[in-house]
Structures are given as structure tokens and as C-alpha cells.
């Protein structure tokens, strides 16, 4: 799979937009389909449409009540962020990187002793 990239001042490269996808499917070293698109409006393999942003049924995520304790929702930073406590929430947001930097040195450490 090949990204689009700017083409240089002295390429002949063909101009693509930075979403555009292309290349080809490759079997034994025999090309068995090329494709194009771009990741926000379309892909085809060959001359088959494969995806369509406008024909394609949106999936939402549905969210389950009630949620976990673990919840990212209920973390101290962003809540204090939601009540506009920006000070509470850089304070929160301290103390869980302070845990888990620890978390990580005890990891590491577990580690080391496993492999002596």
C-alpha cells in the first residue's frame, strides 16, 4: 500500500490529495488486483467499489449503564476539567502520572528479577 506524497519539484509524480491510498495486491510476485481511494470517500479494488463513505451505515458505540468505576469518564483529572477546575485537574493529572511512573518501575523491575 502506497500513501500519496507530494510530489518533488522535479518529479513526475501525479499530484494526490494526502488522504489518497494506492497500490496493488501481489501474489508470487504476479499483481492480482491494483487499488485506489481515499480513506475519507472511497476505496476500489480494480473497477468493484469496495467502501463508500456516503453509502455506508454509520456504527455508533453504545455506551452501557452502568459503567465500570474504570471508566476513563470517571477519572479525578477530567472530571475537575469538566467543572472548569483547571488547577485541580493539572494537580490529578500529577498524581496519576506519579502512579504510573511507579507502576512501570515495579513492572520493570518484576521483570529483571524474572530474568535472573
Given at each position: 500500500?502506497?500513501?500519496?506524497?507530494?510530489p518533488?519539484?522535479?518529479?513526475?509524480?501525479?499530484?494526490?490529495?494526502?488522504?489518497?491510498?494506492?497500490?496493488?495486491?501481489?501474489?508470487?510476485?504476479?499483481p492480482?488486483?491494483?487499488?485506489?481511494?481515499?480513506?475519507?470517500?472511497?476505496?476500489?479494488?480494480?473497477?468493484?467499489?469496495?467502501?463508500?463513505?456516503?453509502?455506508?451505515?454509520?456504527?455508533?458505540?453504545?455506551?452501557?449503564?452502568?459503567?465500570?468505576?474504570?471508566?476513563?469518564?470517571?477519572?479525578?483529572?477530567?472530571?475537575?476539567?469538566?467543572?472548569?477546575?483547571?488547577?485541580?485537574?493539572?494537580?490529578?493529572?500529577?498524581?496519576?502520572?506519579?502512579?504510573?511512573?511507579?507502576?512501570?518501575?515495579?513492572?520493570?523491575?518484576?521483570?529483571?528479577?524474572?530474568?535472573?
Amino acid at each position: 500500500m502506497k500513501f500519496a506524497e507530494e510530489p518533488g519539484y522535479f518529479s513526475s509524480a501525479k499530484a494526490r490529495k494526502a488522504d489518497e491510498v494506492f497500490g496493488e495486491i501481489v501474489k508470487d510476485g504476479r499483481p492480482l488486483c491494483a487499488f485506489e481511494g481515499s480513506w475519507l470517500k472511497s476505496l476500489r479494488f480494480g473497477s468493484q467499489l469496495y467502501w463508500e463513505l456516503e453509502t455506508t451505515e454509520v456504527i455508533r458505540v453504545a455506551l452501557t449503564e452502568p459503567c465500570l468505576p474504570s471508566d476513563c469518564r470517571f477519572r479525578e483529572d477530567s472530571l475537575a476539567v469538566a467543572a472548569g477546575d483547571m488547577k485541580l485537574a493539572a494537580e490529578e493529572k500529577h498524581r496519576l502520572e506519579v502512579l504510573q511512573r511507579a507502576d512501570r518501575a515495579l513492572r520493570e523491575q518484576a521483570e529483571k528479577r524474572r530474568k535472573q
